[in-house]
């Protein structure tokens, strides 16, 4: 029988034809996790789903949204009893974003206390230019939940912190082809290492990453791990119903 995909990153509601990548998810047997970057866009996002159990939708507010979308934090937590799944959230430093800073932060820690009080949730973070800055607010926050940091792109002291935490790690091939990225992924514990494709916005030669499409990636951690194909993917596999039992 042949293992199923994991894809626990994927913008699945921007993609020109989402019922048509749900459909062929389904064909597939793939297990997803789409994110959001609107807490408006979740009941949306999550009809999609409908009647396919292997993907899950995440309740989410992106950082680069949350200086114009920090309004909408009330129905965050309106919404937030009915979803298991965070994401994506966190913190971006870049130089496109430091204008808003504050209000990066003001919403982070929204987001965590909340999860907090409804005992917390799985979270797919963003971390970029900003890794340790979200290391700090999620220790603000204990009963958080479990986090999960995708396209990690820190340095090496900072990725050992995030190991230290329990941090889970979320890779793909667009990661997956810097040196950087290989480097950092091969420290990275293997049952927590899960397999993702940030698409569309994950890119392979020009072309944005399908749902789902991570065989390159699983190639590389093949490698990096010394394992065949099947074993890796089976690896992944194992580490997502772990991830999901907690």
């Known amino acids: 029988m042949t293992t199923p995909t994991v894809d626990v990153h994927c913008h699945l509601d921007l993609y020109p034809d989402p019922r048509g990548q749900v459909a062929k998810l389904a064909r597939q047997k793939s297990y997803v996790l789409s994110v959001t970057t609107t807490p408006r866009a979740w009941r949306g996002t999550s009809a999609l789903a409908v009647g396919c159990p292997r993907i899950k939708t995440a309740l989410g507010l992106h950082p680069q949204l949350a200086k114009e979308r920090k309004s909408e934090l009330s129905l965050f937590d309106k919404l937030l009893p009915e979803a298991r799944y965070i994401g994506e959230v966190g913190l971006d430093g870049g130089p496109d974003c430091r204008s808003f800073w504050e209000d990066q932060i003001e919403v982070f820690d929204h987001i965590l206390a909340s999860c907090a009080n409804v005992g917390g949730r799985i979270l ?71 397999t993702e494709t940030d698409g569309p916005f994950g890119m392979v030669s020009g072309k944005a990453l399908q749902p789902g499409e991570c065989v390159e990636a699983i190639g590389v951690l093949a490698h990096l791990w010394q394992l065949d194909e099947t074993s890796t993917k089976n690896s992944v596999v194992a580490s997502l119903r772990e991830l999901a039992s907690l």
């Open 124 to 194: 797919s973070l963003h971390s970029r230019a900003a890794a340790t800055d979200v290391l700090d607010a999620l220790e603000r926050h204990p009963g958080y939940g479990v986090a999960i940091l995708h396209w990690f792109s820190g340095t090496q002291r900072e990725l050992s912190r995030a190991v230290e935490m329990g941090c889970w790690f979320s890779v793909g091939s667009a990661m997956l082809r810097s040196q950087k990225g290989r480097t950092l992924t091969a420290r990275m514990p293997r049952h927590r290492v899960l």
